[in-house]
Structures are given as structure tokens and as C-alpha cells.
């Protein structure tokens, strides 16, 4: 039965609202944990003065559950089970995260999760449209949480796949991967694997130029927003592959004091006098000509 409208419920939800909203204007709104929370119970109650889906607006995600359940995520990247529901089973069960949260309680706040303002989203025919509006704040939180950590010397960058079975217009199909449909990532790590900045895939969007960065097309553009976070002549080094890998990409690191070494397609190169693949594949070319 829908959940009977009256103005206490309302009222529970605003205070909720106007406490969290404060939490966020003391803490500069740089806490993610607050904005998430915010933006949960915004959420919550439009679909409850909407009275949409009552069955999943009935309770309140507090901030203990919001940690709970971040936790239960923290938990399952770890402890693998091939299906999430496993984890409160009897025979395949994790019991930390059984004893922290109930399945049904767990369900109910991925159901009406939220991390950005809906109203806020731009139309798809807007200049400045994000198809990542839902998760930037979260994306940026990451990204910013993650630069803090100090930069190797040595660096990579390369794409990664974030494995899903869902569907999704962003999902991409990458057949050399361990995990070939999923979300793809652009990333720049440390030696050791730690990322420090990321980016999710997301079609031909349009990003913009800062400090008079050039035009280098969609890959070399990639590499040169992951690299803002690399310090100009310090002797930091970028290892990339030959999907990266451009003259005019590794003319412009090297102007802005950033080392960089990859393999390259023989294409990429203005007039190469190579052989051609088919030429030095032969027997009668010495090895290592």
C-alpha cells in the first residue's frame, strides 16, 4: 500500500535535509561521505512528496548507514562471491558484512542511491551535456583524494577495464583484456600499480583546454589531462604504449619538462623509411635489423 502523505514525514525529511546541507557549508562541501548523504535524503523525499515508489522511501539512510554500507563495498572488492547476494548466505556468507547491514536494508540504499543532483543534469543536446553527471562527484573525490599520495619517478599510463555484466550504453568490448565488456578507464600509476588519476570512458565528448594545452586529438588529449597531476621538470617519466604514443604528443611533454617513452605505430610517423611490417617479418631481414 502507498505510504500515507502527511506533514511530520516532510518535516522529518527537511530537517534532515537543512542538517546535512550545514554539514556540508562547515566542511567547504569537500566531504563526500556529506554530499552523498545530502543528496540521498534529497532524493528521498521528492520521491516522497512525489509518492513514488513508497516501498523504497519508507526509511531514512542515515550517515551510519551511508559508512556501513560504503564499507560492505570496501569489503566485497576483496572477498569475491560471483553473486553479491552470496555474502549473506548460510554456506558462502562473509560475516562481517552480515553482521553489519541486512540484505534487504543493503538493497533498499543501492535502490535509491544518489551522488549528484538530478535537476542539475544537463540536456544531451547541451554544449556542456556530462554523461558521468550522476557519479562526478564521486569521480572527482577519488581523484583528488588519490593525487594527494606523493608521484613515483617512473609512471604509467594505460587504459583498464572495470568489469561489468550490466547494460549500458558506456560499456565497451576490449577483446586483449582479462575483462573484456566493462567500463574503461584511462589511468596514470605508479610502478607499484597505485592509480593517482582516472578517467571513465565516456564517448566522443568535448573536454576543455587549460594553460594553452594543444589539440592532439582524442588520445594524446587523454594523456595530457592525466599528466596535469605530473610536476613539470622534476625528471618524472610516462611509460605508455603505441595506442598513445604520437610525435607531436611526446614534442609537447618534452616542452613542458615531462619525459615520456613508448613504442609507436609506424604510421604516426612523418616520412618514415622504415620497412613495413610484412618486409621485416621475413626470414632474409637479420633479427634485430
Given at each position: 500500500m502507498p505510504r500515507t502523505l502527511d506533514s511530520k514525514t516532510i518535516e522529518e525529511y527537511l530537517q534532515v535535509l537543512d542538517q546535512s546541507e550545514d554539514d556540508m557549508d562547515s566542511s567547504g562541501g569537500e566531504e563526500a561521505d556529506e554530499e552523498i548523504y545530502?543528496?540521498?535524503?534529497?532524493q528521498l523525499l521528492a520521491d516522497l512528496v512525489n509518492e513514488v515508489d513508497a516501498e523504497h522511501v519508507d526509511f531514512f539512510c542515515g550517515r551510519n548507514d551511508l559508512n556501513k554500507f560504503l564499507g560492505i563495498l570496501i569489503y566485497s572488492s576483496i572477498v569475491k562471491n560471483p553473486n553479491f547476494r552470496l555474502y549473506w548466505s548460510d554456506q558462502y556468507g562473509y560475516e562481517p558484512i552480515k553482521s553489519t547491514m541486512t540484505q534487504k536494508h543493503f538493497e533498499k540504499i543501492c535502490y535509491v542511491l544518489h551522488f549528484n543532483d538530478n535537476t542539475t543534469h544537463l540536456p544531451q543536446d547541451h554544449p556542456n551535456h556530462d554523461r558521468l553527471h550522476k557519479i562526478r562527484h564521486v569521480i572527482d573525490e577519488l581523484n583528488t583524494r588519490y593525487a594527494t599520495v606523493p608521484l613515483e619517478q617512473r609512471l604509467s599510463l594505460d587504459e583498464q577495464m572495470c568489469a561489468t555484466k550490466m547494460s549500458h550504453y558506456m560499456k565497451q568490448y576490449l577483446?586483449?583484456?582479462?575483462?573484456k565488456w566493462g567500463f574503461k578507464l584511462f589511468l596514470i600509476c605508479s610502478i607499484y600499480g597505485f592509480v593517482h588519476k582516472f578517467e571513465v570512458y565516456s564517448g566522443s565528448e568535448k573536454y576543455l583546454h587549460i594553460n594553452g594545452e594543444l589539440d592532439l586529438g582524442p588520445t594524446g588529449n587523454t594523456v595530457v589531462r592525466l599528466a596535469r597531476i605530473v610536476p613539470k621538470r622534476a625528471n618524472h617519466i610516462i611509460y605508455f604504449d603505441n595506442f598513445y604514443t604520437?610525435?607531436?604528443?611526446?614534442?609537447y611533454l618534452a616542452k613542458e619538462g615531462i619525459y615520456c617513452l613508448g613504442s609507436i605505430q609506424s604510421n604516426r610517423i612523418p616520412n618514415n623509411k622504415l620497412p613495413d611490417k610484412k618486409t621485416l617479418m621475413k626470414k632474409t631481414v637479420p633479427r634485430g635489423h
Open positions: 545530502y543528496e540521498n535524503n534529497r577483446p586483449n583484456k582479462p575483462h604520437s610525435v607531436p604528443l611526446v614534442t
